[in-house]
Nanobody, 126 residues
Framework: QVLLVESGGGLVQAGGSLRLSCGVS????????MGWFRQAPGKEREFVAA???????YYTDAVKGRFTISRDNAKSTVYLQMNTLKPEDTAVYYC????????????????????WGQGTQVTVSS
């Protein structure tokens, strides 16, 4: 059974920082790409960042230069460091893993992923 558990969300003022963590079990973590998505109230879930098994990284334009995705294979954990947070970053953040290991053709669609965490709330006050 694949399990993803996010942590690290909370309430922060605009301009502040948070680091989200996602612990993964049930698969050989080092062989899999990982992604972070977010969903604001009334909106669809959207891509935030992804990291391949080779550690190549991808970001949506809205977070480039502010967010950093990383992974620790020894801990089977993926991180999302979020700096210079803005009120529009307020959302529930989800980590996700695909069922296919190795290199994937796409990492930015929700349909590219098969396993999801329960989500962690990030609220940025103005």
């Amino acid at each position: 059974q694949v399990l993803l558990v996010e942590s690290g969300g909370g309430l922060v003022q605009a301009g502040g920082s948070l680091r989200l963590s996602c612990g993964v079990s049930g698969l050989t973590f080092s062989n899999y790409a990982m992604g972070w998505f977010r969903q604001a109230p009334g909106k669809e879930r959207e891509f935030v960042a992804a990291i391949t098994w080779r550690r190549a990284t991808y970001y949506t334009d809205a977070v480039k230069g502010r967010f950093t995705i990383s992974r620790d294979n020894a801990k089977s954990t993926v991180y999302l460091q979020m700096n210079t947070l803005k009120p529009e970053d307020t959302a529930v953040y989800y980590c996700a893993a695909p069922s296919q290991w190795g290199t994937l053709r796409s990492l930015i669609a929700t349909s590219d992923y098969d396993y999801w965490g329960q989500g962690t709330q990030v609220t940025v006050s103005s």
